[in-house]
């Protein structure tokens, strides 16, 4: 059984939008961190955002601030990535991670021991 499953990627036209979700398994409820990440094509990986379950708080990449909103849903066990104002440099495989260490960004991705399969995301112009 996964951990994380992501869902809801899909095609769109630059300036759409879009929202991603993360179903988390009961078995790393207790991972308090967990993010976002993506992988355009042709570049390595790299964060988009992360949530602090314990706090709610955020941090977020300078090429999505503004645009993209990083959220969980407690009851439902699932982690959203609301995407606004796409863009085609967006286009990439986007990925749902989690860890249970102390802090949360997405500066260190050797952080995180759990990861889903990942979702796609194009953006046309």
């Known amino acids: 059984q996964a951990q994380l499953l992501e869902s809801g990627g899909g095609s769109v ?70 995407m606004n104002s796409l863009k085609p440099e967006d286009t990439a495989r986007y990925y749902c991670a989690a860890h249970g260490r102390i802090g949360c960004s997405t500066e260190r991705e050797s952080d995180f021991s759990a990861w889903g399969q990942g979702t796609q995301v194009a953006v046309s112009p």
């Open 13 to 82: 036209q630059a300036g759409g939008s879009m929202r991603l979700s993360c179903s988390v398994s009961q078995f790393i409820l207790n991972h308090d961190c967990m993010a976002w990440f993506r992988q355009p094509p042709g570049k390595e990986r790299e964060g988009v955002a992360s949530f602090a379950s314990h706090d709610g708080s955020t941090t977020y990449a300078d090429s999505v601030k503004g645009r993209f909103i990083i959220s969980k849903d407690n009851a439902k066990n699932i982690l959203y990535l609301q």
